[in-house]
């Protein structure tokens, strides 16, 4: 599969934060596959500020913003009409769209574009308006441009089918990283006590706080039960970064910390997966989603899950999890059912993903591009 040559390969590198999303680890944890498996290639990462490659090494070059009034362009308009400068001198074989936009421009290169969700179409309500504008302007014309197309997940690559009718030539998953599989049976307590926790006494949330993610179904699912006396001596522990369209529901965060909600702003994943290994339960009652690598790592840590009921979800999720309809008698429901199963496991389940796998995937069809470009 390596590709042997003079492969120059750019890519979106606006996820490769120190903070990583659930993209920016997506994209982090396959640039050290595309690192491994293409070792001739070098790799051109465009972003607007600092970034953090995934290896050390002279064939990565980070090529960040120098032009103050152009890093304050909104992130999906500076890749589209910025990076064609950038890029214009530098001969690239392929551009790999990481993060679901494509420069408008770019010349000979051959495009790579991974389609992550379409929330336009299927939530565009719960959506920040500049990413909505941009996915209503951009996203459409990207699908239908690219040379190629990637998703991650069958799910996904369904919708690209009905919406578009176009085919994804990849389906490269997001995988587990490895702490979340080098976990210990008992979570460490002393961590646990940092965040005011005790293992098996709290339910777990990870998200934005964004009307997509329905927090505020499950907070309230969460207060029903307490009142009811279910679930005396729990709490509900948010992990969530800034969101968008929040105001009822961090009102709503604040009014609840008497009985038991509490919200843990960003947390790192060294420590994510410790919270997650000592949650009585993680709630995921989403909207919608394009995969769901939350429950897959919660899965990983034996922890139980109760998620929506959405094709995509159940393909993360390997039909371990408890599947509700979105409200708050679903998640209620849902909270019962999986109190009453057995933890469950993904050892022994093939179809896990792994990092490596969807990286040597990914690397495949980048080598075949790259190929077809010279031979053109």
């Known amino acids: ?33 595309l690192h491994e498996e293409l070792p001739d290639a070098e790799f051109f990462a465009f972003g607007r500020s600092e970034m953090t490659t995934p290896v050390q090494s002279s064939r990565w070059h980070c090529l960040e913003e120098k032009s103050r009034l152009s890093s304050k362009l909104p992130g999906q308009f500076w890749i589209r009409w910025r990076v064609p400068q950038l890029m214009r001198q530098l001969e690239l074989d392929v551009f790999w769209g990481s993060a679901g936009i494509l420069p408008a421009r770019t010349y ?16 565009p309500k719960t959506m920040p308006m500049i990413n909505w504008a941009a996915s209503r302007l951009f996203q459409r014309k990207d699908i239908l441009s690219a040379d190629a197309l990637a998703t991650n997940s069958f799910g996904t690559a369904t919708r690209l089918g009905q919406y578009y009718s176009k085919n994804a030539v990849a389906v490269v998953p997001p995988a587990v990283s490895e702490p979340f599989l080098a976990w210990e049976r008992e979570p460490a307590c002393s961590l646990l006590e940092q965040y005011g926790l005790a293992a098996g ?10 009307p997509r993610k329905n927090i505020e179904t499950a907070v309230q699912a969460f207060l029903a039960m ?11 522990a948010i992990c969530s970064a800034s969101g968008w369209k929040n105001r009822g529901l961090i009102r709503l965060l604040n009014d ?3 009985l038991g909600v509490t919200q843990l702003s960003y947390v790192p994943d060294e ?7 000592g949650a009585k339960l993680f709630l995921f009652p989403s909207i919608y989603e394009g995969y769901g690598m939350p429950v897959l790592e919660a899965l990983a840590c034996e922890t139980p899950v109760v998620t929506t009921d959405l094709p995509e979800l159940r393909e993360a999720s390997f039909g371990l ?11 209620i429901l849902g909270v019962r059912a999986a109190m009453e199963r057995p933890r469950p496991t993904l050892r022994g389940v093939p179809e896990v993903p792994t990092w490596k796998n969807s990286g040597r995937l990914l690397a495949g069809v980048i080598s075949d591009m790259a190929r077809k470009r010279s031979d053109a």
């Open 226 to 236: 307490k009142r009811a006396g279910e679930i005396d001596g729990v709490k509900l």
């Open 271 to 277: 420590h994510l997966y410790t919270l997650l290994r």
């Open 321 to 331: 999890a408890n599947y509700v309809s979105p409200t708050i008698q679903g998640v």
């Open 1 to 33: 599969m390596n590709f042997r040559g003079n492969l120059r390969i750019g890519l979106d590198g606006r996820p490769l934060t120190q903070r990583r999303s659930g993209i920016g680890r997506y994209v982090f944890e396959l640039s050290k596959v």
């Open 256 to 258: 609840s910390r008497a």
């Open 108 to 123: 000979s290169t051959s495009t790579l574009l991974t389609i992550h969700d379409f929330n336009v179409i299927v939530a």
């Open 201 to 210: 006494k709290y339910w777990l949330m990870v998200s934005n706080l964004e």
